[in-house]
């Protein structure tokens, strides 16, 4: 069998989904089948990513620039031989090989978690921290390769949106279970959580394929030249990077975008070891780190949803790009603020008894400066971003964001990284010089000024997209 095909022409169906989507006859069961595969990944991941936050601080948050540039090097590893797996190997055998061997890997971690002693326990949580880091990458990646098998590019407009609902649901599920389970299996056990639902995606996949040749080349009325390229799209090697980088490196708007992308990682990084310095110091138990974390991904996850359902198309198409751009950035700004604050005056507010539950009040704030970002981020910056290149040619566009979430974001994030290490081994040999030592609320306050860049950045950004798309 090929892919679903129905024709453009048919009417949508008024019954089941039909009723509420542009479902047509012949779709409906893919699509479900579909959305529950992705439900399944990413929950499985939702489950993985608060025990991969817990395990990286297993030997203390300084160790979290090693496990990035770590991460990065995997992926640099890794990329060459997924690629030549992609174009080599039948859709029907790769797709599902890449979940059952992740499912092996897991398992394999562990057992390798109840067999090793504990003093060298702590290697294998640096390699399950890498290894979920690499994993949600990739499996993604695989998932919207299938899904260019099956559906076709008119196809792709209608549905694609129900599927990212699916997708979102799950990475609401995942962080839920990861609130309550670790206090009774044990965070290590929720490898068993997210397993279980890798072999709901994997009996998903076996469905699809059985019922769609993915392998069987689509005719010539059923793909176009624009559906292959959609679905080959972001599969390419080391030298679409070099022409990326052309790009990038002569066009000053694409500079500007490279800019805002580099200001996002680093930025966004250097929050991320602030939240890893102040949990290694004030929470100590690992199924405890790890309930925090799932707590900030559901709030994170909930308020997206939230946003994306009722407010982003109306802030963007009321106020504009610049204003997209700028929402993350002003409350980043805000944020940093708040925790220096919070930071420097934590004795004091500690002594009234000024407690937010469980939570000292400088993690307190921290935790709701992460929440409001990671939901800006997806609900109106990720959609400026996308916008930002329809006013480049379609062939820059494919070259030039290619380099720039890739490799940009990448290096904006290891960048961040060794900043925020450099800084902090700085801040703590100041009082060799007859200084006072620069504690977190110093590195928050070093943050201040960067911020105010990326404002900078985004505003200018934002004036060069009006003028190219004549606005």
């Not at 029907?92 to 090793?116: D, K, M, N, Q």
């Not at 921290?366 to 990720?382: D, E, G, M, P, Y």
Request: hydrophobic share 50%; charged share 15%.
């Amino acid at each position: 069998m090929s892919a679903p095909h129905s024709t453009p022409e048919a009417p949508p169906s008024r019954r089941g989904l039909g009723r509420w989507f542009d479902v047509r006859s012949g779709e409906a069961t893919t699509l479900i089948v579909s959305g529950l595969y992705f439900f399944s990944l990413l929950a499985s991941y939702g489950v993985l990513r608060p025990v991969r936050e817990a395990m990286g601080l297993s030997g203390g948050a300084d160790k979290l620039p090693w496990l990035f540039t770590g991460t990065m090097i995997a992926m640099i590893l890794v990329n060459p031989a997924f690629a030549w797996l992609v174009t080599r190997t039948r859709r029907r055998v790769f797709v599902p090989t890449v979940y059952a061997v992740s499912i092996a890997c897991l398992l394999g971690l562990w057992l390798a978690f109840e067999s090793v002693p504990k003093s060298r326990e702590i290697w294998i949580a640096y390699a399950f921290y890498v290894f979920v880091s690499v994993f949600n990458l990739f499996v993604v990646s695989v998932f919207w390769g299938f899904m260019a098998d099956l559906w076709r590019l008119e196809q792709a407009k209608r549905l694609y949106g129900v599927l990212g609902a699916g997708g979102t649901s799950g990475m609401i599920v995942g962080p839920w279970l990861a609130t309550w389970l670790p206090a009774r299996i044990g965070s290590v056990n929720l490898i068993f959580v997210s397993v279980a639902f890798l072999c709901v995606a994997l009996c998903c996949i076996a469905f699809l394929i059985a019922r769609h040749g993915v392998d069987t080349p689509r005719d010539s009325t059923a793909s176009s030249g624009e559906d292959r390229h959609a679905a080959t799209r972001g599969t390419g090697g080391a030298s679409d990077w070099f022409r990326g980088f052309s790009l990038v490196a002569r066009r000053p708007y694409l500079r500007w975008i490279a800019a805002y992308v580099l200001l996002h990682g680093a930025i966004g990084t250097f929050l991320y070891f602030q939240q890893g310095n102040l949990v290694d110091a004030t929470i100590h138990d690992r199924n405890q780190r790890t309930m925090l974390f799932a707590t900030i991904d559901l709030w994170s996850q909930s308020l997206t949803v939230f946003v994306q359902v009722f407010l982003t198309g109306k802030l963007i198409r009321r106020f504009g790009i610049t204003f997209a751009l700028n929402s993350q950035p002003v409350l980043a700004l805000v944020g940093w603020c708040a925790l220096s604050a919070a930071l420097t005056f934590a004795p004091e507010m500690s002594a009234r008894g000024w407690t937010f539950g469980d939570l000292a009040p400088p993690l307190a704030v921290l935790c709701v400066v992460q929440v409001l970002l990671r939901a800006s981020n997806f609900a109106t910056v990720r959609p400026a971003r996308e916008a930002l290149f329809t006013v480049v040619e379609r062939e820059v566009k494919y070259k030039s964001k290619s380099f720039i979430d890739t490799f940009v974001y990448r290096f904006g994030d290891a960048a961040g990284g060794w900043t925020f290490a450099s800084c902090q081994w700085a801040g703590s040999k100041l009082p060799l010089l007859g200084l006072p030592a620069m504690g977190l609320a110093g590195l928050a306050a070093l943050a201040i000024p960067l911020t105010a860049v990326w404002i900078v950045v985004g505003r200018t950004l934002g004036r060069h997209q009006r003028e190219l798309s004549g606005e």
